[in-house]
């Protein structure tokens, strides 16, 4: 598709990301349209054992209320994804791993951010201390596998990187899907 950029003027900046309204030539004429800019994030799955998964319990800002997720976290430009995901899961769950396998690439809002989004496996885990952000209010916990599906029905865990990353290791969501 011929598709071509004419003018991005930069609205907000931030370190977590930039909103920018952007115009396009396209087959259909000029569209405007609002874009978030964002370095990238990681997302980890790791397992102590084949029963369980590491979640954190964070309270989330913009929809104000706590959830429960895999650790994850928004990449340091010039920062590589598994660096990422190795400082994310000490500072948000506590463990340190031996190996970081990559599992998939998503783009979490493709309708309004170029954001990727990158799941890895986490495996050799060993508890460290924690050391989280200020303002990043986390809890780690170590669930067993067969109550993910009660804490989505619940809506504990309500983000996408948590149910895709259930999706990937197997388990049933609540309704059969």
């Known amino acids: 598709m011929d598709v071509r950029l004419l003018a991005a003027e930069t609205l907000f900046a931030s370190d ?99 954001e990727e989004l990158i799941v890895y496996r986490a495996d050799g885990l060993a508890q460290v201390p924690a050391a989280p952000e200020p303002g990043e209010l986390v809890s780690p916990d170590v669930v067993a596998l067969r109550e993910l599906p009660a804490l989505v029905a619940d809506g504990r865990i309500c983000d996408a990187k948590t149910l895709i990353a259930m999706a990937l290791l197997g388990l049933v969501l609540p309704g059969g899907r």
């Open 16 to 114: 977590r990301f930039a909103l920018a309204r952007e115009r396009f030539l396209t087959p259909d004429g000029e569209v405007e349209r609002p874009v978030i800019h964002h370095p990238g994030a990681v997302a980890v799955i790791a397992q102590p054992d084949s029963h369980s998964l590491i979640l954190v319990r964070q309270y989330r800002y913009p929809i104000r209320r706590e959830t429960w997720e895999i650790p994850a976290g928004t990449r340091v430009p010039g920062e590589a994804p598994a660096a990422t995901a190795r400082r994310e899961l000490q500072e948000e769950a506590g463990f340190s791993a031996s190996t970081f396998t990559e599992i998939c690439r998503f783009f979490p809002a493709v309708g309004v951010s170029d």
